[in-house]
């Protein structure tokens, strides 16, 4: 997939001393970055989206991206609480329970980028 390459490509920039914006353009010069304040935390969440035939479709189409994914970011949250109180009711050793919750949001991560990309055609990036 596209993004897993381009990840890959803003993983080395970032370490190279980069800042966030100036990596991300690197990672998808071809791209429209955009930001949006998150409703579920503090912040920013980054998107490079496809370029729509105006700025304006293409804004709208990254806002939708980000109330998706802002959407999902929620209820991942609201499942793993669950999980969480029960892992801890049935006294699940720590280091399980954060085995657990680790691959589960790495599977999410994945599922839901891929997602938001073909729907939105906007790839999700950490905050910015």
């Not at 791209?31 to 579920?40: G, I, K, T």
């Not at 720590?94 to 729907?119: K, V």
Request: glycine share 8%.
């Amino acid at each position: 997939m596209m993004w897993r390459g381009a990840g890959i490509a803003l993983a080395l920039a970032l370490l190279s001393g980069c800042d966030t914006v100036g990596a991300a353009r690197m990672a998808y010069p071809d791209r429209a970055l955009l930001s949006f304040d998150s409703e579920v935390q503090e912040g920013r969440f980054g998107y490079a989206c496809t370029h729509g035939e105006t700025e304006a479709e293409t804004a709208a189409r990254g806002a939708k991206a980000h109330r998706a994914f802002e959407a999902a970011l929620e209820s991942f949250a609201e499942v793993q609480t669950e999980r969480l109180i029960k892992q801890l009711d049935a006294q699940t050793k720590p280091g399980t329970i954060a085995r657990d919750l680790n691959a589960r949001g790495e599977i999410w991560a994945a599922e839901t980028a891929a997602r938001i990309e073909a729907e939105y055609q906007c790839i999700p990036l950490s905050e910015v």
